[in-house]
């Protein structure tokens, strides 16, 4: 990302418009939803992502209540990121180390 991200935290749906001003602007948002109810925040989630979707960017879900607005041709790749470590690096786990459970529960198989 080239420059910082805004963070908002909406106190409510009609807090919006300057979330949306900025990501339409090309500047990525995090917006924190703790502290709001629970049918606020999924209006908020579902108006973020129809606008990262008009506009060909990203809805990230960061946490639980932390989603991150990436606007078109940003990209988002975080040290903290377990996927974010090639596979050639992470190399094979040895065959015996594999553990093998049934499909319903954690039981080991063999």
């Not at 090309?26 to 629970?38: F, K, R, T, Y």
């Not at 050639?88 to 039981?107: C, F, Y």
């Amino acid at each position: 990302m080239c420059q910082t991200p805004h963070r908002v935290a909406p106190g409510g749906f009609s807090d919006c418009t300057d979330m949306a001003d900025r990501f339409i602007n090309g500047q990525a948002v995090v917006v924190n939803l703790e502290d709001l109810e629970p049918k606020t925040r999924r209006r908020i989630v579902d108006f973020s992502k129809g606008l990262t979707c008009a506009r060909g960017g990203e809805l990230i879900r960061l946490t639980p209540y932390f989603y991150l607005l990436l606007p078109q041709g940003e990209e988002f790749d975080p040290s903290w990121d377990p996927d974010s470590t090639p596979l050639a690096a992470a190399g094979a786990l040895p065959v015996e180390d594999w553990v093998l459970t049934d499909a319903v529960s954690s039981k080991k198989v063999g």
